[in-house]
């Protein structure tokens, strides 16, 4: 039979060391290094949604749509209750407006949601990806992305985004 240590609450300002089963069934707050030998899990998402991740190509933003205008990547939606937790924006096509070019992936009314112009180069052909976990909430969910060109107008430049999610 396993040793089981039960916290209610596990909070250290040195160094923790959990060599056997622990259960926290209250904040952890460790100020200091924390080992942990065996699995960690969080049985609250572990049984709310599915084991398997899905993986969803949203929708293409290129040269040719209106720039600085958030775009709804209406490809696919998330579907509602799924919890994402990747984004990735991958660049095709390098954008090549005049001065710079920019790419963010949000949510209407928060276009840097997911990924900022700081996490994609736009000017740069690639894979962009950033981990989240973010819960789409009771109706699917639209993704934007938003293409910002500068200087002269672009003639080139597309990005695909896609999304990795669980279902409930």
Same mark, same amino acid.
């Not at 929708?59 to 939606?77: K, M, N, Q, R, V």
């Not at 919890?83 to 090549?96: E, G, P, R, S």
């Not at 894979?127 to 938003?146: F, H, M, P, Q, R």
């Given at each position: 039979?396993?040793?089981?240590?039960?916290?209610?609450?596990?909070?250290?300002?040195?160094?923790?060391?959990?060599?056997?089963?622990?259960?926290?069934?209250?904040?952890?707050?460790?100020g200091?290094?924390?080992?942990?030998?065996?699995?960690?899990?969080?049985?609250?998402?572990?049984?709310?949604?599915?084991?398997?991740?899905?993986?969803?190509?949203?929708?293409t933003?290129?040269?040719?749509?209106?720039?600085?205008?958030?775009?709804?990547?209406?490809?696919?939606?998330v579907?509602?209750?799924?919890?994402?937790?990747?984004i990735?924006?991958?660049?095709?096509?390098?954008?090549?407006?005049?001065? *710079?070019d920019?790419? *963010?992936?949000?949510?209407?009314?928060?276009?840097?949601?997911?990924?900022?112009?700081?996490?994609?180069?736009?000017?740069?052909?690639?894979?962009?990806?950033?981990?989240?976990?973010?819960?789409?909430?009771?109706?699917?969910?639209?993704?934007?992305?938003?293409?910002?060109?500068?200087?002269?107008?672009?003639?080139?430049?597309?990005?695909?985004?896609?999304?990795?999610?669980?279902?409930?």
């Amino acid at each position: 039979m396993a040793n089981y240590t039960v916290f209610t609450d596990l909070k250290t300002t040195a160094s923790a060391v959990i060599g056997t089963t622990a259960t926290i069934g209250g904040a952890a707050t460790v100020g200091g290094a924390l080992t942990v030998t065996g699995a960690i899990s969080n049985t609250a998402l572990d049984t709310k949604f599915a084991t398997t991740a899905k993986f969803l190509k949203l929708g293409t933003i290129d040269f040719e749509d209106t720039s600085a205008t958030p775009l709804a990547l209406a490809t696919a939606h998330v579907p509602a209750g799924a919890m994402i937790t990747q984004i990735i924006c991958n660049v095709t096509t390098a954008f090549d407006s005049g001065d *710079s070019d920019t790419l *963010s992936v949000g949510i209407n009314g928060t276009v840097n949601t997911f990924l900022t112009t700081s996490d994609i180069t736009a000017t740069t052909i690639g894979g962009y990806t950033k981990i989240a976990a973010y819960e789409s909430g009771e109706a699917d969910l639209t993704v934007y992305a938003t293409w910002t060109g500068a200087g002269t107008a672009a003639t080139a430049g597309s990005a695909d985004i896609y999304a990795v999610y669980f279902e409930e």
